[in-house]
């Protein structure tokens, strides 16, 4: 695509070249690229250098940023703007030809159940035969088709280059995962939602945010400062009750409840069983009794939160609430394995306190006679301040603790592990076995048939990042090695 096409301005000496690509990352640049360079506190100039060798044509920058261009004169085209987000955002547009009106655009944002509500969105379109478009921590691509990517919520070129991809075929539909740091850092910057969807918020990030007021801000920003038709909270937390009625004049906002039956859509008559969990959806088009194969009263949120997002009448409540019995469950979330005379095992994706609790707590009403284990790790050159009050949650809520490794990175795992120990009693049942393998096999035992066995952290990942090494490895693999060889 020439220059000129994207950026129509006479200041530009040479407007007629063809443009490649474009990039924020320096690493990612080839030849005819365009670089955005994005002024923060880890911005440097070697950013500029290393994106010039590998072939950049145009440098956009922010104009009120210090930058001294002169020293690479005659070596690239340097574009001064005074919003480089919005500026990115325009020309990702034009470059992959994106036209964002024409899709219908779901923006799932809050600390746990994004993924899973993406999951069930996709999932109940596809048993309609609607397909729909991906974007999140699983990856990206058309549902069940994902690719894996780095970040949860990718930069605004990324998003672009993936909705040309689905445009291509056909598709109109997308669910997106909207994370706190993608709301910071404006990688979502000109998009416009058809449903934008708050699950819940506890504490999480905090080595980015500080604090959770400036967490629940970044939150918040996906129903103050973006386009849509439609808002759909969950109100059963603080922060939801908050986000509610902030922008409930509007008369297109929904609410979500396990516990207010005021909301547009709650749940009523929970029964957890050691097959699943039956209850009651109500709403204005009507209520439905559901039995489910899903575990976590968490889940029974999520269904509640993908059927409210979905059905806008009472044909398409009938309709959705009618495939909910056909819906599997999503991968790394509260997944189930057994074998006869062995433990229950479930892998689970929660890595923060809240996530940790609610797991917890649901699994102990499915099983009340069954002594539960946690395995379990924390993240390191992640937030430090969790590790003890997750370490306090496991202690509290399980019946033994297996403390082992969960992507300790550039930290020393034995340290990690002594912080999670702060927090749980002396007296308790507890060890630290840091080779995760080591940790899953002890666990699943002909000794341990009466238990539950809970393998928390990793969920759906393939990968252990050992200082700078990443390693295959899967709890799913892991567990299901384990069960094949007894």
Not at 139 to 150: A, C, Y
Not at 368 to 378: A, M, V
Request: with cysteine.
């Amino acid at each position: 695509m020439k220059l000129i096409d994207l950026i129509n301005n006479k200041n530009l000496s040479n407007n007629d070249i063809n443009i490649s690509g474009l990039s924020e990352d320096s690493r990612n640049v080839k030849k005819n690229y365009i670089f955005f360079f994005k002024s923060s506190k880890n911005s440097k100039e070697k950013y500029i250098i290393e994106a010039i060798k590998k072939g950049a044509i145009l440098i956009i920058y922010e104009k009120n940023k210090s930058l001294n261009i002169k020293k690479f004169k005659n070596k690239c085209l340097f574009y001064g703007v005074d919003d480089i987000s919005s500026t990115m955002s325009n020309i990702s547009k034009k470059f992959y030809n994106t036209n964002i009106g024409s899709f219908r655009i779901y923006g799932i944002t809050g600390t746990n159940g994004k993924s899973s509500v993406v999951n069930l969105i996709s999932q109940l379109l596809k048993l309609n035969g609607i397909k729909c478009g991906v974007i999140g921590t699983l990856g990206s691509g058309i549902f069940p088709r994902i690719v894996n990517q780095n970040l949860t919520t990718p930069n605004i070129i990324n998003i672009c280059k993936n909705m040309n991809n689905f445009n291509k075929k056909n598709i109109t539909n997308l669910a997106i995962e909207v994370s706190s740091h993608g709301l910071t850092q404006k990688r979502i910057e000109g998009l416009s939602f058809d449903t934008v969807i708050f699950t819940n918020l506890s504490k999480e990030h905090m080595d980015y945010h500080k604090n959770m007021q400036n967490y629940y801000q970044a939150k918040l920003k996906l129903f103050t400062e973006y386009t849509s038709r439609r808002k759909i909270i969950c109100i059963d937390t603080y922060y939801g009750k908050k986000i509610y009625n902030l922008v409930k004049s509007n008369k297109s906002t929904l609410s979500v409840s396990l516990k207010n039956n005021k909301a547009d859509f709650y749940a009523s008559k929970i029964s957890f069983t050691e097959n699943g969990t039956k209850f009651m959806i109500n709403s204005k088009y009507g209520s439905k009794e559901i039995n489910t194969s899903f575990y976590g009263e968490y889940f029974i949120t999520n269904i509640l939160l993908s059927i409210a997002i979905l059905a806008k009448s009472k044909k398409e409540f009938i309709l959705y609430t009618s495939k909910l019995c056909k819906l599997v469950s999503v991968d790394g979330r509260l997944n189930k394995y057994w074998r006869k005379n062995y433990p229950i095992i479930f892998i689970d994706y929660a890595h923060t306190p809240d996530a940790l609790k609610k797991s917890l707590f649901s699994i102990k009403k499915h099983f009340p006679k069954r002594n539960i284990t946690s395995i379990f790790g924390c993240g390191g050159d992640r937030d430090i301040k969790k590790r003890k009050i997750m370490g306090q949650i496991a202690d509290k809520f399980s019946n033994k603790v297996i403390i082992t490794n969960d992507n300790p990175r550039s930290e020393d795992p034995a340290e990690i592990a002594k912080q999670i120990i702060s927090g749980i009693n002396k007296k308790s049942n507890y060890q630290v076995i840091l080779d995760r393998r080591k940790a899953i096999k002890k666990s699943i035992s002909k000794d341990y048939s009466n238990e539950v066995i809970l393998v928390f952290g990793k969920g759906h990942e393939k990968t252990q990042i050992l200082k700078n090494k990443v390693l295959n490895f899967s709890d799913k693999k892991e567990v299901l090695e384990a069960l094949s060889k007894k």
